[in-house]
Structure formats: structure tokens, C-alpha cells
């Protein structure tokens, strides 16, 4: 009776009356009812699992018709191998990321001490210039340095105020006064006055006629008022005087294919 035993449990048989068995295990039967040779089957018997159980070893569970549901195989040991490759690559990594968070966070500090740095500049200019303006004594270049200076800090009506008492102080030559009639044109611009930075922007290459970054904002006032043509001729004229720039070129054609389609519209 237990050769037969443990033949059923080699082939991993679930006998009737156990909750589960482990295949592969030495069973030694215990008590009286376990003696009865001529029992086809064991029931109530006391059995005691007196091999353990091996890594290779499967739990097998009955089912409801005492067949075998499933079988769990125990969990793998994770490679010893495997672990110390593991370890030895998170040093690497971890080096690389602080790597990175420190370059962020001197380029972080960089760009913030310079913009500090940029605007007490630009506190301390405008200090000594309009001490002068107050004084009586500026000059229509302190003038136009004050107002660059208010552009910059975007304070654009208090830039106009100043560029205009430029122009009239003005007193070096004519073709320089350009640089006025421009600054003045960025500051329309920006409060979205379109016309009269055009105006301003015409201003200035009139007295320049090569002022090829006034042609390139003039274009840019007639492209925002979506005067498609006006602003096509301004580009074409930087590109007069500048064949290789850039951004005229650019806009220009952009402004051509509008051009283009209003043509094919009509």
C-alpha cells in the first residue's frame, strides 16, 4: 500500500479527503486506518510530510471533481548575478543625473544674476540721464539714450514723451536722427499703434534710405495693419539695400503670396 502511495503521489495524483498533496514527497502513513491493505482508498488517515519540499517541487491543488485544478510552481530566486550587474549601474546613473540637475541649475543662476544685473544697469542709466534732462542741461543724444532706456524697460509712452523732446533738441546731423524716428516707431508699435509707427518708420528711411532694420519694421507695421503690398515694397527695399538679409527675404516672400491671392481673389 505505499509503494502505491507514493506511485500516485510521484505522477501527482490528489487522493480523496486531503486538501492538497506535494508531488514528489515521501509519505509515511500514521495510525491504524493507514494499515488496512484491503481500502481502495484512504480515508481520515494521519499522513506526515517527512521529505521537505524542493525548489523544483509543484503545489498541487484538487478541484471539485478531484482532478487537479492547478498547479503553482514556487517563486525564483533572483540571480545573484543578475543583482550585482544591477547595483553596479546605478552609480553610473545616479552620477549622470546629478550631472544634469547641477548644469540646470547653474545655467538657472546664470540667466538670473544676468537679467539682475541687466536691470540695475539700466536703473542707474536712466538715473544719470534723466538727472540731466531734469537739469536743463540734456542734449537731444540724452534725450534719445533716456528713451531707449524707457523702451527697454517697456514703459513706452514715457519713452514717446522723451523721444519727441529728442527730435526737437536735436542737433547733430539730420541722417542720425533716423535712430529717433525709429525708436519712436518701436514704441507705436508696441501699444499696437500701427499707423503711426508706419509713419515713423517712413520718418526715418527717408532720412536714411539704407536704414535697413527701419525697412524691416516698417514692413512689419504694414503686415500687422495687413497692408500686404505696402509691406511687400518696404521688404523689398532692405533687400535694395541689403541683398542678403534674412528676415527680409522671409517676410517678403510671405507677403507675396498674399499678394498672390488677393490677385487671384478679385
Not at 17 to 27: E, V, Y
Not at 38 to 63: E, T, V
Not at 102 to 107: C, G, I, K, N, P
Amino acid at each position: 500500500m505505499i509503494d502505491r502511495l507514493s506511485s500516485i503521489s510521484g505522477r501527482g495524483a490528489a487522493l480523496p479527503g486531503q486538501h492538497a498533496s506535494l508531488c514528489r514527497t515521501s509519505i509515511r502513513p500514521i495510525g491504524p486506518a493507514c494499515m488496512q491493505a484491503h481500502s481502495s482508498a484512504i480515508q481520515g488517515a494521519k499522513c506526515q510530510i517527512i521529505a521537505p519540499m524542493h525548489s523544483n517541487d509543484k503545489l498541487c491543488l484538487p478541484s471539485a471533481r478531484g482532478g487537479h485544478a492547478f498547479r503553482l510552481t514556487p517563486r525564483a530566486h533572483p540571480s545573484p548575478v543578475l543583482g550585482s550587474v544591477g547595483e553596479g549601474i546605478e552609480g553610473p546613473i545616479q552620477v549622470v543625473y546629478l550631472s544634469i540637475l547641477l548644469s540646470f541649475l547653474v545655467v538657472g543662476a546664470y540667466l538670473v544674476v544676468r537679467q539682475v544685473l541687466a536691470r540695475r544697469e539700466l536703473e542707474e542709466a536712466a538715473k544719470v540721464f534723466g538727472d540731466r534732462v531734469r537739469s536743463g542741461e540734456g542734449s537731444g543724444e540724452d534725450y534719445l539714450e533716456l528713451g531707449v532706456i524707457l523702451l527697454r524697460k517697456k514703459l513706452y509712452t514715457q519713452s514717446i514723451k522723451n523721444l519727441e523732446k529728442a527730435k526737437k533738441a536735436w542737433k547733430g546731423p539730420q541722417e542720425e536722427l533716423a535712430k529717433v524716428y525709429n525708436a519712436q516707431g518701436f514704441a507705436h508699435f508696441n501699444l499696437e499703434q500701427w499707423s503711426k509707427a508706419a509713419a515713423a518708420y517712413k520718418q526715418a528711411v527717408e532720412l536714411q534710405p539704407q536704414y535697413v532694420t527701419a525697412w524691416n519694421n516698417l514692413g512689419d507695421a504694414y503686415e500687422k495693419a495687413k497692408e500686404w503690398r505696402q509691406a511687400l515694397d518696404a521688404y523689398n527695399q532692405a533687400l535694395v539695400a541689403e541683398p542678403g538679409n534674412s528676415v527680409a527675404q522671409g517676410r517678403a516672400q510671405y507677403c507675396r503670396g498674399k499678394v498672390e491671392r488677393m490677385q487671384l481673389g478679385q
